[in-house]
């Protein structure tokens, strides 16, 4: 690389998903921005496929990209690797599944340059490697929440796939969680979330930015349209939502009690949307599921890691 400072260092995380990695890092590798202007860093987090010689074969073609094992089990952990070997003014995540358009780096130096954001992010798109069910929306699986650049008051609908901060700012507020987050084929969520909030929370001066044209392509897997991983997911999402936002009420009795209300609105619900939905806006059973039934599984996935929480601290 040149002596010239480099702007963004671009971190992917990966967990045995080699075949994945060589689509992301091709798209990442082949940014208009000027090499000189951006590192991209693997950090492998323990995997045992050909993670390694994926990203080794990168290395040697690309004398701005470099590879790095870390292996403490989980994304947090691979997350935070990532910033400690990072060397740019800004780092920017994103996921093993993602592709990149080759204008998506030039986009954020315009974003740097213009606004000197503290934190910034993009839209992100679904798209897929089989075909998806007929009932599965692409919305599902995308992140779009507007449609013109925008300051933000709050960081919330910045996710993690497509993220940029300035790498300064975890000298000053820290890692991220490692109670968060994926670890190996454990489901977990919401380790950018907590970041973010934290940042918020203690940097109120903190310019949160968001940029449309800052989008990428995020991959729906096969396995993340079936029933069994969407309940599990949405149930840990719950269950990572504690952390995120603590609970104000943490007596055992009133958390049985809405437990007791959430399995009692499932019971009630599931029927009564088999039947009587409105076939307009859930055209398929599954939408009303995913839409409306999904989100009392995340409400039971909070309360059961309060309760959890509250025995543990008892115990």
């Not at 995380?13 to 090499?35: F, S």
């Not at 310019?207 to 029933?227: D, G, K």
């Not at 936002?245 to 088999?274: D, M, W």
């Amino acid at each position: 690389m040149s002596g010239r400072k480099t702007l963004i260092s671009v971190i992917i995380c990966t967990y045995n998903r080699a075949d994945l990695l060589t689509d992301a890092l091709h798209t990442v590798c082949q940014q208009t921005l000027e090499h000189s202007e951006y590192e991209v860093i693997v950090v492998d987090n323990n995997s045992t496929d050909q993670t390694a010689t994926v990203s080794q074969s990168f290395v040697a073609r690309y004398p701005h990209v470099r590879y790095c094992f870390e292996p403490q089990q989980g994304l947090s952990h691979a997350r935070n690797r990532g910033w400690q070997e990072a060397k740019g003014e800004y780092v920017a995540y994103i996921d093993d599944d993602c592709k990149v358009p080759e204008g998506w780096l030039a986009v954020a130096k315009e974003v740097i340059e213009g606004v000197s954001p503290t934190v910034f992010g993009g839209p992100s798109f679904a798209f897929y490697n089989t075909p998806k069910p007929a009932w599965y929306k692409d919305i599902y699986g995308s992140n779009f929440p507007y449609g013109q650049a925008q300051h933000l008051e709050r960081a919330e609908v910045l996710y993690g796939s497509n993220l940029f901060l300035r790498r300064n700012l975890f000298e000053c507020i820290g890692d991220f969680d490692p109670k968060l987050g994926m670890s190996g084929q454990k489901i977990g969520y919401g380790e950018e979330t907590e970041l973010l909030h934290r940042i918020c929370a203690t940097m109120p001066q903190a310019v949160i930015y968001y940029e449309p044209r800052l989008w990428l392509y995020h991959l729906v897997r096969s396995e993340q349209m079936s029933w069994h991983w969407i309940i599990s997911a949405r149930f840990a999402q719950g269950r990572n939502c504690y952390f995120v936002y603590p609970p104000s009420n943490s007596k055992l009795i009133f958390i049985i009690v809405q437990v007791v209300k959430y399995s009692l609105l499932l019971l009630f619900s599931v029927p009564f949307g088999l039947l009587f939905r409105s076939r307009k806006q859930y055209h398929y059973f599954d939408n009303f599921l995913y839409e409306v039934i999904c989100n009392d599984i995340e409400t039971l996935g909070k309360l059961y890691e309060q309760s959890r929480q509250l025995i543990l601290c008892q115990g």
